[in-house]
C-alpha cells in the first residue's frame, strides 16, 4: 500500500459526505466491470474445459457450481451442443443439476422429450428439475413414465411427477411398488405413504407382509416412529393363518419397540409363540418397559406348562432385575 | 513343605495361564534371527516349521513367491490401525477382539460355554432374532449369512460343537485364516519400492508342511455387518490345497458307499474355501462361521486345510460321516 490504514481512515474521516459518495461512485466504475471482466473469463475458461476434459472433471464442475447462476448461460450452450462428445455434454448437465437454476428447466425438458438423444441423456436431466413445478408437461412426463423400460429411468420420473400432477405420481409409484423391488420399491412406499398419509398404516402393513427385506424395513421402522398407527390392523396381521413367522416376528418388533404399556399382554402371550423369531423377539420386546409395569405378567408365565415358556419369562425377569429400573 | 507350597503354587500358576491361553493349538518357536525375513528371499525352500513364532513373539508364515523364491512374512494377528473401507483405512483392524459384552467366557476361553448361549438373546445390542432376519438369503446380502432355516444362534451352537470337539478353540480357527489374511494385506506394501518386473507375487503360503493356494478377487462397494459392528467386507477369497495321495486313499475306502460326484463334493469341502474376510474377524469375535451358504469357512475345512487335524481325525470326531456332517443344516437352537 502506498498510503498506510491510518492516514487513509483520516483522510476519509475528514472528507465531506458527499465527496465520499463521489469517490464510492468512480471507484464503482472502474472496480465492478473489471470484476466481472474476471469472472466472465473464469467461466469461459472453466466452460472450455469442460468441452474437452475427459477424467479428472470434478474440480472443473465444482468451481462452476460455487459460481452457480452467472455459469448456467454457458453450461446450458455445453449441455445442447450435440457436436460434443456424449461424455462432455453429459458432465456439462450434471453440473448444471447441482447448481439447480430455474434457468436450467426449459433445456432440461428439451432433452427430456427430445426422442433423438441417447436415453443416458433424457435420464440425466432429471436430477436438475426435481422441484420445480412441471404441470405445464405433466402428460408430457407421464408418456415418458409408460414409454422408458429402464426401471431406474421409471422412478426418476415417477419423482418429477411429484411436482407436476400428484394423481399421475401416485399412479407411477403404484406402479413401481408392484413390479420393483429393493431401492426402488422403498422410495415407492415413502412416495405413496407422501402422497396419501390416511393410507399409510394400508401401505406399511402391506409392506411388512411383503417379501421385500429393505421395503419391510422401512415400514417397520415407519410403524414404530408413527404417531397413531392402526394397531388393529397389525394385530390382524400377526393372527391371520397365512401370515409367515417373519412377517409376525416384524410386527413383535413393532409392538416392542414403539414401548406402549398397551402391548404388554400381547407381548407376555408371544411369549409362548412356538415360532423361535417370536418368542424370542417378544421377550427382547418386553425388556423396553419398567419392572413393575411387566413383573405380574410375567411372573404369571412362571407357572407355565411348557418350560420354554419359564425359561423365556426367567431371562426376562432376571434381565429387568438387573437392569437400572 | 516348602517344596509342596512351590509346587502347588506353579500348579495353580500353570492352571490360571493355560486356562487363559485362548489357543490350544500350540505354535513352534524359533529365533527371528534363523529366518530369512520379507524383503529377503530366499531360493531354498528353509527347513523350519511353518507357521512359526520368533522369540519376540511375531508369527511368522513361509511364502511362496510366482518365481519359485521363499519369504518368511511377519503375519502377526494382532489389533492394529483401523480397518474401514468407508473410511479409507487399511490397518489390520482388530483382530484379538472378541465380543465380551455377550459372550464373557467366549471371550476369556475362546470357546463358547452352552449354557451362555442358552442365555444369549442380544448380540451387540441387537435382537438374535433382528440378526438372524437380517442375516437370511435376500436380506442384508442377497446369498445371506445364513441359510434360510438357521439362525445366529443355531449356526454359532453347531460349530461351537464342532470347534469344542475338535479340541481347538474359535482362536486356532481364525489364526490361520488372519495369517493369510494379512499376507495378502501387507505383501505388496512390502515390495512397493521395487518396480523391477521380477517383482515378488505371492502364489502359495507353506502351512503345517501344507501348500496352500489362493485367489483375491475385489468387488465394488462393500458388505454390510450384519452384527452392529464395524466389520465390513469386499473381497472374494478363494484358498484351496491338493489332498495327498493318502489322504484320497482314506476317502475312497471310507466313503465307499458315496458315488463319485458326492465324493467330489466331500473333497471340495474339505480342500476349498471360498468366503470374505468379515467371516475371519467374526470367527474370532463371535465364533461365527456364517451358516450353509457359499461364503461359509468351515471349522472342518479350516482343520483339514490347514493341517490343524488330520484326515482320520476329522472323519472320526464326524461320527464317521464327513458327507452328512458337510451338508447337514444347522436348526437346533440353544434354548
Known amino acids: 500500500m502506498l498510503i498506510s490504514r491510518p492516514i487513509l481512515l483520516k483522510i476519509l474521516n475528514k472528507m465531506k459526505t458527499w465527496l465520499k459518495y463521489l469517490l464510492v461512485i468512480i471507484l464503482s466504475y472502474l472496480v465492478i466491470p473489471a470484476f466481472c471482466q474476471n469472472r466472465e473469463a473464469e467461466i469461459d475458461s472453466l466452460v472450455e474445459k469442460m468441452r474437452t476434459v475427459h477424467k479428472d472433471w470434478s474440480s472443473y464442475s465444482e468451481a462452476l457450481v460455487r459460481i452457480g447462476e452467472p455459469a448456467v448461460p454457458a453450461l446450458i450452450e455445453n449441455a445442447l451442443n450435440k457436436d460434443l462428445k456424449p461424455w462432455n455434454r453429459r458432465i456439462s448437465m450434471v453440473t448444471l443439476n447441482n447448481i439447480h437454476s430455474a434457468l436450467w428447466v426449459e433445456p432440461a425438458l428439451q432433452i427430456l422429450f427430445d426422442e433423438e438423444e441417447p436415453e443416458e441423456n433424457r435420464n440425466r436431466v432429471t436430477a436438475g428439475l426435481v422441484g420445480f413445478d412441471l404441470s405445464e408437461v405433466k402428460q408430457k412426463l407421464w408418456a415418458r413414465f409408460v414409454e422408458t423400460e429402464n426401471q431406474f429411468y421409471k422412478s426418476n420420473m415417477a419423482n418429477l411427477l411429484m411436482t407436476a400432477d400428484t394423481a399421475l405420481a401416485y399412479r407411477a409409484f403404484f406402479e413401481l411398488y408392484h413390479t420393483q423391488d429393493g431401492h426402488i420399491r422403498r422410495n415407492a412406499l415413502q412416495k405413496l405413504v407422501q402422497l396419501r398419509q390416511n393410507e399409510a398404516t394400508n401401505w406399511y402393513v402391506k409392506a411388512l407382509v411383503g417379501t421385500d427385506w429393505m421395503t419391510a424395513n422401512l415400514a417397520m421402522d415407519s410403524l414404530i416412529n408413527a404417531a397413531k398407527p392402526d394397531d388393529r390392523q397389525l394385530m390382524a396381521a400377526f393372527y391371520a393363518t397365512e401370515t409367515n413367522e417373519e412377517v409376525k416376528w416384524r410386527i413383535v418388533y413393532v409392538f416392542g419397540e414403539r414401548k406402549n404399556i398397551a402391548y404388554i399382554p400381547f407381548l407376555c402371550q408371544a411369549l409362548k409363540h412356538n415360532s423361535w423369531l417370536v418368542r424370542t423377539e417378544a421377550a427382547v420386546g418386553l425388556l423396553h418397559f419398567e419392572k413393575d409395569l411387566v413383573i405380574d405378567e410375567i411372573n404369571s408365565l412362571q407357572t407355565d406348562s411348557l418350560p420354554g415358556v419359564r425359561e423365556n419369562a426367567n431371562w426376562v425377569l432376571s434381565r429387568l432385575k438387573a437392569s437400572k429400573f | ?335
Not at chain 2, 464342532?162 to 512390502?190: G, Y
Not at chain 2, 483339514?304 to 470326531?317: A, V
Open chain 2, 1 to 335: 513343605m516348602c517344596k509342596t507350597i512351590l509346587l502347588s503354587g506353579m500348579l495353580f500358576l500353570f492352571c490360571v495361564f493355560s486356562h487363559h491361553n485362548k489357543y490350544k493349538n500350540v505354535l513352534p518357536h524359533t529365533s527371528a534371527g534363523n529366518l530369512k525375513i520379507a524383503p529377503q528371499l530366499s531360493v531354498e525352500r528353509p527347513d523350519y516349521p511353518s507357521p512359526v513364532i520368533s522369540t519376540n513373539n511375531r508369527e511368522y508364515v513361509l511364502v511362496k513367491t510366482k518365481d519359485e523364491r521363499y519369504t518368511w512374512f511377519d503375519a502377526t494377528v494382532e489389533n492394529g490401525a483401523s480397518f474401514n473401507y468407508k473410511k479409507g483405512l487399511y490397518g489390520k483392524g482388530n483382530q484379538l477382539l472378541a465380543d465380551e459384552n455377550d459372550f464373557p467366557h467366549f471371550a476369556k476361553y475362546g470357546i463358547h460355554a452352552v449354557k451362555e448361549l442358552r442365555n444369549t438373546k442380544i448380540i451387540t445390542g441387537l435382537s438374535v432374532a433382528k440378526i438372524t432376519v437380517d442375516a437370511r438369503p435376500l436380506g442384508a446380502s442377497g446369498v445371506g449369512f445364513v441359510a434360510p432355516d438357521e439362525t445366529i444362534l443355531s449356526v454359532i451352537y453347531g460349530d461351537n460343537e464342532t470347534v469344542n470337539n475338535m479340541q481347538l478353540s474359535h482362536c486356532d480357527m481364525a489364526r490361520p485364516l488372519f495369517h493369510f489374511w494379512n499376507i495378502m494385506h501387507d505383501f505388496d506394501k512390502l515390495f512397493n519400492a521395487d518396480e523391477s518386473p521380477a517383482k515378488p507375487e505371492p502364489v502359495a503360503l507353506i502351512y503345517n508342511g501344507l501348500k496352500i493356494e489362493f485367489k483375491v478377487h475385489g468387488s465394488r462397494g462393500w458388505q454390510e455387518s450384519v452384527f452392529n459392528d464395524e466389520i465390513l467386507g469386499t473381497g472374494h477369497l478363494e484358498l484351496w490345497r491338493e489332498t495327498t495321495s493318502e489322504e484320497k486313499e482314506f476317502l475312497k475306502k471310507h466313503y465307499a458307499n458315496l458315488n463319485q460326484e458326492e465324493l467330489n463334493v466331500l473333497e471340495q469341502k474339505l480342500k476349498y474355501l471360498h468366503t470374505g474376510e468379515m467371516v475371519f474377524f467374526y470367527i474370532n469375535r463371535y465364533g461365527f462361521y456364517e451358516g450353509h451358504t457359499e461364503y461359509r469357512v468351515d471349522p472342518v475345512t479350516v482343520a483339514f486345510l490347514f493341517g490343524l487335524k488330520s484326515i482320520e481325525e476329522l472323519h472320526r470326531l464326524a461320527n464317521g460321516d464327513l458327507y452328512a456332517y458337510f451338508t447337514t443344516h444347522f436348526i437346533e437352537n440353544p434354548e
